[in-house]
């Protein structure tokens, strides 16, 4: 399955964006979005169960983000509000490659999409 990430952008701090994931076939699996900002390690934001049952997020996003998925139009999305500086990074989308999804871990994600830039400004 291929991935297309798309809907990043510049936004001032307090705003918010959403940035969707379409992938070119339907997917029974997990999906999930991921974050690298320069100079650090690409880092779980959140993921979502291929039905839409069961979602994690990472603390830092708590509360601010929100993942969902239509799979009509097999696409998944993150809306984030209230952003911060920090959240600056490339965001990307990955479909589970394992059971263990649910922690987080690179490792267990595969097929990542080219990635879509968010720009939180001060």
């Known amino acids: 399955v291929q991935l297309q990430a798309s809907g990043g952008g510049l936004v001032q701090a307090g705003g918010s964006l959403r940035v969707s994931c379409a992938a070119s076939?339907?997917?029974?699996?997990?999906m999930g979005w991921f974050r690298q900002a320069p100079g650090k390690e690409r880092e779980f934001v959140a993921a979502i169960s291929w039905n839409g049952a069961t979602t994690y997020y990472a603390d830092s996003v708590k509360g601010r983000f929100t993942i969902s998925g239509d799979n009509a139009k097999n696409t998944v999305y993150l809306q984030m509000n209230s952003l911060k500086p920090e959240d600056t990074a490339v965001y990307y989308c990955?479909?589970?490659?394992?059971?263990?999804?649910?922690?987080?871990?690179?490792?267990?994600?595969?097929?990542w999409g080219q990635g879509t830039q968010v720009t939180v400004s001060s």
């Open positions: 990955a479909v589970a490659a394992g059971s263990s999804w649910y922690k987080g871990s690179v490792a267990d994600f595969g097929s």
């Open positions: 076939r339907r997917t029974v699996s997990a």
